[in-house]
């Protein structure tokens, strides 16, 4: 096994600007940001004749800034891999904006335009996330509405594509629904068991490009779950189906 001798370098800023820290009463807004940076050396290890790595100096680095007025939040992310630490995916190469957003709040509606992480219940058949101590980040790019139109009742629709490294690929689409019985119901509020059912569907359309094999384009998938709470005991369970694709993923 090649071992190295690694330097890690880690600095972390964060940038706040605001008139009030106690509330978003300043007319202009607030911006809000921070700035990371990782970045490792590597010396020959010639103890074990590891061979000298073709790059001394490696890095990975994050900046994020949002703007923050009222209902209104916007915010964009620049990433740069000059080049991917050790350990890192290699797909990630170069730099530019990853990550860049504008979300609206009116009532019991939320519209965000952009990219956003999201997750249909226990993630079975939609999650996007980022962890970027794995170097992993599968952010949609499109439309997100989340509705509330009464109470108990949460409702989530979204369209768009999923983050490939610097790129993109193919369309999903998925609708969310939730019902929180002891919400819908006011007998129940006062109830000491808690009871939530939900539902989603997904579906996402990828162009196929296999010549060997005639794939499915469009591929759908569902599930249904539930939530029983009592006390400190809590019951979930969650069902998941994947309709018409064949392959792994």
């Given at each position: ?220 998938a569902w599930a249904a779950r539930f939530n029983i709470t009592r006390g400190n005991f809590s019951l979930y369970g969650e069902y998941a189906y994947k309709i018409n694709d064949p392959s792994y993923d």
């Amino acid at each position: 096994m090649v071992r190295r001798k690694i330097a890690l370098i880690t600095a972390s800023f964060l940038l706040y600007h605001s008139s009030s820290a106690q509330n978003n009463t300043n007319p202009l807004g607030e911006i809000h940001g921070n700035f990371e940076i990782n970045a490792q050396y590597y010396n020959e290890d010639t103890l074990i004749g590891a061979p000298p790595v073709p790059e001394k100096m490696l890095s990975n680095a994050y900046s994020n800034v949002i703007y923050t007025r009222g209902a209104f939040t916007a915010g964009i992310r620049y990433e740069s891999y000059l080049n991917v630490m050790q350990g890192f995916d290699p797909g990630y190469k170069g730099a530019g904006i990853a990550y860049r957003f504008a979300s609206y709040t009116v009532e019991n509606l939320e519209i965000t335009v952009g990219n956003y992480y999201e997750q249909f219940g226990s993630g079975l058949v939609l999650r996007a996330y980022e962890e970027k101590g794995l170097g992993f980040d599968n952010c949609f790019d499109g439309v997100r509405l989340k509705m509330n139109p009464y109470r108990g009742v949460y409702l989530k629709a979204l369209v768009g594509q999923q983050r490939i490294y610097f790129s993109k690929a193919g369309l999903v689409r998925g609708f969310d629904g939730e019902i929180n019985f002891n919400e819908f119901f006011t007998g129940l509020s006062e109830a000491k068991t808690g009871f939530i059912l939900g539902g989603s569907f997904v579906s996402k359309f990828q162009t196929d490009d296999d010549p060997a094999l005639v794939l499915p384009q469009n591929v759908g998938a569902w599930a249904a779950r539930f939530n029983i709470t009592r006390g400190n005991f809590s019951l979930y369970g969650e069902y998941a189906y994947k309709i018409n694709d064949p392959s792994y993923d």
